[in-house]
Nanobody, 110 residues
Framework: VQLVESGGGLVQPGGSLKLSCTVH????????MAWHRQAPGNQRELVAT???????TYVDAVKDRFIISRDNAKKIVYLQMNDLKPEDTARYYC?????WGHGTQVTVSS
């Protein structure tokens, strides 16, 4: 099983990015999926989760700004990130426990 993240980049404060996590080698429709992030010097933290039925949860820091979604047929999980702030700068990882991707870098800076 392989998880591949994409969509990161450099964006100005207030901007948006949409991350994708494509799963290879497994179906995802019965799996809880999640996005995490890790900034330099910090521990990896959970950002958002989504159940097999599409019910999302978010850490307080991203509520009302980030949206997690999934396309089970395409085996992709998305993270739409709006109103980005410098403190959102981190490497973002997708997980389908026990599997992890290698992450995609998001940098928010003017």
């Amino acid at each position: 099983v392989q998880l591949v993240e994409s969509g990161g980049g450099l964006v100005q404060p207030g901007g948006s990015l949409k991350l994708s996590c494509t799963v290879h080698g497994s179906m995802i429709e019965n799996q809880n999926m999640a996005w995490h992030r890790q900034a330099p010097g910090n521990q990896r933290e959970l950002v958002a989760t989504i159940t097999p039925h599409g019910i999302p949860t978010y850490v307080d820091a991203v509520k009302d700004r980030f949206i997690i979604s999934r396309d089970n047929a395409k085996k992709i999980v998305y993270l739409q990130m709006n109103d980005l702030k410098p403190e959102d700068t981190a490497r973002y990882y997708c997980s389908m426990i026990p599997f992890w991707g290698h992450g995609t870098q998001v940098t928010v800076s003017s």
